[in-house]
């Protein structure tokens, strides 16, 4: 059995204020390509397509072209769970027919007792749970943290292990002694987060989704595959793809994906960005600046812009220090203080009628004070 492991598309995200939708459709499209290059069984889904529960008409449009290309147009089956950011319910619409070309779609706790059956492996498809189900469906209200509740369930999904086929584990979760990258939403059920990753030495393999690089765990059967896309500047480094499973001979194989417009971090002075600098980077890629000048540079962000178009973080590597400044803030009036701040933000002085707003904003301030 040969398949493909792909997670945490977070379909509807954005990089700070930047839609997304051009570099998922592409990061989607070359997914299809290789499933079908690697003439893989199935692809693997594990959890959030969406990156929230209530995704928008343009973030449907996308997914259900995905789901498409891959299920009806390369005719391969779909092994597909919910993930935290999925709502269970919006996302089942449709799972009964669905299974008419092979596209399986669990979004509840009980589902996944429920192998999919291959003809050497099953497919034990757990989508992502809050601890309540897992009470309400084991009949048990002590259930009080998620390794309790896992232990229960993996307890129940070997009862119905075939011992002439392999196991394949589809989860979405945090296992114990993974990295954390910040694109990812903190998500604590009953005050502990983890789950032991020997909980898993039964399975075959262990396809997971939730955590966003694929080094966040370093085990040789139990994988993340990381989000379809870098979601945030820490993940500048990050490589982007997919795992391609076979379950015998066991083997694991990465595949990276080519994004089409990248993050890019800079570290120098305005001199530097401003002359051959940006000639290295692509005209639509996201970039994070830090800037290394030590003085006062007016409107630097949008002067900036004009050869970064599509700038998501501007700081400064050391803060500005102005000692005689500081002696001469601490004697002016809150009105000379907007003065400053007006011309520093906008290169200009506020007009007659925007000084008489501010002095009546300033004195209903101090009136409040009183």
């Known amino acids: 059995m040969k398949f493909l492991h792909t997670a945490d598309w977070h379909i509807g995200k954005r990089l700070h204020e930047?839609?997304?939708?051009?570099?998922?459709?592409?990061?989607?499209?070359?997914?299809?390509?290789?499933?079908?290059?690697?003439?893989?069984?199935?692809?693997?889904?594990?959890?959030?397509?969406?990156?929230?529960?209530l995704p928008s008409e343009e973030a449907v449009t996308l997914v259900n072209q995905a789901l498409r290309d891959?299920?009806?147009?390369?005719?391969?089956?779909?092994?597909?769970?919910?993930?935290?950011?999925?709502?269970?319910?919006?996302?089942?619409?449709?799972?009964?027919?669905?299974?008419?070309?092979?596209?399986?779609?669990?979004?509840?706790?009980?589902?996944?007792f429920t192998p999919i059956e291959f003809e050497d492996t099953q497919f034990f498809l757990l989508p992502y749970f809050?601890?309540?189900?897992?009470?309400?469906?084991?009949?048990?209200?002590?259930?009080?943290?998620?390794?309790?509740?896992?232990?229960?369930?993996?307890?129940?999904?070997?009862?119905?292990?075939?011992?002439?086929?392999?196991?394949?584990?589809?989860a979405h979760f945090f296992a114990a002694g993974s990295l954390r990258s910040d694109s990812e939403t903190k998500i604590e059920v009953g005050g502990l987060d983890s789950v032991p990753t020997k909980l898993?030495?039964?399975?075959?393999?262990?396809?997971?989704?939730?955590?966003?690089?694929?080094?966040?765990?370093?085990?040789?059967?139990?994988?993340?595959?990381g989000s379809l896309l870098k979601y945030s500047v820490a993940e500048a480094n990050s490589q982007k793809g997919v795992w391609i499973v076979e379950t015998e001979p066991f083997s694991c194989k990465w595949i990276s994906l080519a994004p089409l417009?990248?993050?890019?971090?800079?570290?120098?002075?305005?001199?530097?960005?401003?002359?051959?600098?940006?000639?290295?980077?692509a005209q639509d890629d996201y970039v994070a600046i830090e800037l290394t000048d030590e003085h006062e540079i007016i409107d630097v962000m949008n002067k900036l812009r004009k050869y970064y178009p599509r700038i998501v973080e501007l700081k400064r590597k050391k803060r500005l220090v102005h000692t005689k400044q500081a002696e001469k803030i601490e004697?002016?009036?809150?009105?000379?203080?907007?003065?400053?701040?007006?011309?520093?933000?906008?290169?200009?002085?506020?007009?007659?009628?925007?000084?008489?707003?501010?002095?009546?904003?300033?004195?209903e301030l101090e009136k409040e004070g009183e």
């Open 331 to 363: 004697s002016k009036s809150p009105l000379e203080l907007f003065t400053d701040f007006f011309v520093q933000a906008t290169g200009r002085k506020p007009t007659q009628l925007q000084q008489k707003w501010a002095k009546e904003s300033l004195l």
């Open 70 to 112: 891959l299920n009806l147009t390369a005719d391969l089956p779909l092994l597909v769970i919910s993930g935290n950011h999925d709502s269970a319910v919006r996302l089942a619409t449709g799972q009964e027919w669905f299974k008419q070309t092979k596209l399986y779609l669990h979004t509840r706790l009980s589902e996944a």
């Open 261 to 281: 417009n990248d993050i890019c971090c800079l570290e120098a002075s305005y001199a530097e960005l401003t002359t051959k600098l940006y000639q290295t980077v």
């Open 130 to 170: 809050e601890l309540q189900e897992a009470r309400n469906y084991f009949a048990d209200e002590s259930i009080s943290d998620l390794t309790s509740a896992m232990k229960l369930v993996v307890a129940k999904l070997k009862t119905k292990f075939d011992p002439a086929k392999k196991q394949v584990l589809v």
């Open 18 to 53: 930047y839609p997304l939708v051009k570099e998922q459709q592409d990061a989607l499209a070359q997914i299809a390509q290789i499933a079908q290059k690697e003439q893989v069984d199935a692809v693997v889904v594990a959890g959030d397509l969406y990156d929230r529960s």
């Open 200 to 225: 898993f030495s039964d399975f075959d393999h262990v396809a997971l989704g939730h955590l966003h690089d694929k080094r966040a765990l370093d085990l040789p059967t139990i994988k993340y595959s």
